[in-house]
């Protein structure tokens, strides 16, 4: 066996030690402000917990911390249940908000009428 050429020794533990690890998974975002979204994902987030966020906003992304405030079941399929969940956003770094903001006023502008376009 070849020698341990760790910089810090690694100890064995002799039990149960949890933890907890962070995957990406998808996520929709079915609305979103300033202050937090609604989520639609695969798996249930725990009321209270802290996630990480990464927004897709147009040709701008940007990664927010957030705490679930609800969450329940959304949709059962055959081999899928879809869950929804709010979510507010939390230490929201200032260019995080000026990101959002600004992709909050692309899209209303995008939604107004346009002058002399057909009423809908």
Do not use: K
Request: net charge negative; glycine share 8%.
């Amino acid at each position: 066996m070849s020698p341990d050429r760790r910089e810090s020794p690694r100890t064995e533990i002799l039990g149960r030690l949890a933890g907890e690890v962070s995957v990406p998974a998808p996520m929709l975002i079915r609305d979103i402000s300033r202050g937090g979204a609604q989520i639609e994902c695969a798996f249930p987030l725990i009321l209270g917990s802290a996630h990480e966020l990464r927004l897709h906003l147009g040709d701008d992304s940007v990664v927010v911390r957030a705490r679930v405030l609800r969450c329940q079941i959304a949709d059962i399929g055959r081999d899928l249940v879809r869950y929804v969940a709010g979510v507010e956003f939390v230490e929201l770094a200032p260019h995080a908000d000026a990101a959002i903001a600004a992709y909050l006023d692309r899209v209303r502008r995008e939604r107004e009428p346009q002058p002399g376009g057909d009423p809908i």
